[in-house]
Structures are given as C-alpha cells and as structure tokens.
C-alpha cells in the first residue's frame, strides 16, 4: 500500500521558519517526483515546490528564495524547508508524488501550517 505521511506543520510568527517532512512508502520514492502543494480556506491546492527523481527542483514565484525541497534517498524523505514565513503562506500542506512510471499521483492527508502576523 502507498502511503505519504507528513509531519513538521505548526503555528509561527511572521519570520519564522518551519521544516515539513513527508515520509513515502519504499516502493514508490525512488520512482516518483515528489512535491508539496497547499491548500488556503477556499483556495484551490497550488503547487509550492517540486524536486524530481534526479534532484531537478522547480517552485512557485511567491516561495522562491525562502522555501527549499530537498529529498533524502536513503529514508524515503522529503522535506519542505520554510523560512521567512508570511501570513500568506496559512494554509494545509500536502505532500504529493507522481510514479514517473504510471504517472499515477499520491497524496498525504495533510498537515496545517498557520503564520501570525
């Protein structure tokens, strides 16, 4: 069974930072890009950071420069490092991975991060 589960979401001020890790299922990390997306109340879910098998990584305009997506081969892990956080960046965290294979995509459930101004 696939299973993406993340952790590491909490709530700061404005400036802090945050680190989220997303633990993948054996079979399906070393196939498969993984990502991380979010997703504000009544907001539709916005990719935030991509890092492909090989290590290529690729994110959006408002993050670049304060989030970094790093994956940890031998753990099955990626990471999602958060600094300057803004009350912008409030919301539910997912973590995602595409088999780069099938092309089939797993989510985790989620994990909130909320930043105060």
């Known amino acids: 069974q696939v299973q993406l589960v993340e952790s590491g979401g909490g709530s700061v001020q404005a400036g802090g930072s945050l680190r989220l890790s997303c633990v993948a299922s054996?079979?399906?990390?070393?196939?498969?890009?993984m990502g991380w997306y979010r997703q504000a109340p009544g907001k539709q879910r916005d990719l935030v950071a991509r890092?492909?098998?090989?290590?290529?990584?690729n994110y959006a305009d408002s993050v670049k420069g304060r989030f970094t997506i790093s994956r940890d081969n031998a753990k099955n892990t990626v990471y999602l490092q958060m600094n300057s956080l803004k009350p912008e960046d409030t919301a539910v965290y997912y973590c995602?991975?595409?088999?780069?294979?099938?092309?089939?995509?797993?989510w985790g459930q989620g994990t909130q991060v909320t930043v105060s101004s």
């Open positions: 890092i492909t098998t090989g290590g290529t990584t």
């Open positions: 054996e079979s399906i990390f070393s196939i498969s890009a």
């Open positions: 995602n991975a595409i088999n780069a294979i099938s092309g089939n995509r797993y």
